[in-house]
């Protein structure tokens, strides 16, 4: 149990638009998700918390208005990157967490190349 | 807020030894932690965890103990196979108001294990 998963695990797109990143937990249901980001040989980084059917918390450096997430049921989150720029390009990964629980189960990821 | 120190940085061990892997935290209220496995271009995988009302816990060949007055816990891998070889992360987190369930990563060690 406990499986996250995430959608694209890639996703290659041109500078100024926009791009959705799903995250959903298959098998239990996440009151709790959050989204990391990770760049090249560097640990993760949190950028917000979100918890279902509330505004997400973000990180102090974190541009809200940027990073759009929305938690609007207990099994799904999205990570709307809006206007990407070369620098956003990342490895995205998005993490569960049951209610009332310590532990994360984390998705396989998301790739986002900006050209 | 929390910090985490994690070393070494990389480590190479041949197949059959042993691997550790030392993290400090400074928040002395954090209270879980988990220990994660991130193979190249994937999401991270908890492969233990450890809560601070404990001072060690073993899974097999995997083992975390836990100093709580000094503030360190370490990764023990025993008879390490080639398929151990990846990234391996620590974090802590505390249990209680805006932070809970805020996991900080440690800068994560990458483990090579030498047939």
């Known amino acids: 149990g406990a499986v996250v998963s995430q959608h694209p695990s890639r996703v290659i797109c041109k500078s100024g638009t926009s791009v959705k990143i799903e995250c959903r937990s298959l098998?239990?249901?996440?009151?709790?998700m959050f989204w990391y980001r990770q760049f090249p040989k560097q640990s993760l980084m949190l950028m917000a918390t979100?918890?279902?059917?509330?505004?997400?918390?973000?990180e102090q450096g974190v541009e809200k208005d940027k990073f759009l997430i929305n938690h609007a049921s207990l099994t799904l989150s999205t990570l709307t990157v809006t206007s990407a720029h070369p620098e956003d390009s990342s490895f995205y990964i998005c993490?569960?967490?049951?209610?009332?629980?310590?532990?994360?189960?984390f998705g396989p990821g998301t790739r986002l190349t900006v050209t | 807020g929390e910090n985490v120190e994690q070393h070494p940085s990389t480590l190479s061990v041949q197949e059959g030894d042993s691997a550790v892997i030392k993290c400090t935290y400074s928040?002395?209220?954090?209270?879980?932690f988990p220990w994660y496995k991130q193979e190249l271009g994937k999401g991270s995988q908890l492969i233990i965890d450890?809560?601070?009302?404990?001072g060690e816990k073993k899974d097999q060949r995997i083992a975390v103990t836990l100093n709580k007055t000094a503030k360190h816990f370490s990764l023990h891998i025993t008879e390490t196979q080639p398929e151990d070889s990846a990234v391996y992360f620590c974090?802590?987190?505390?249990?209680?108001?805006?932070?809970?369930?805020?996991?900080?990563f440690g800068q994560g060690t990458i483990l090579t294990v030498h047939p």
């Open positions: 993490s569960a967490g049951r209610t009332g629980g310590h532990e994360q189960y």
């Open positions: 098998d239990f249901q996440a009151t709790t």
């Open positions: 979100s918890n279902e059917g509330s505004k997400a918390t973000y």
């Open positions: 928040d002395s209220a954090s209270n879980y």
């Open positions: 450890i809560r601070s009302n404990v």
């Open positions: 974090a802590a987190s505390r249990s209680g108001g805006t932070s809970y369930g805020k996991l900080t």
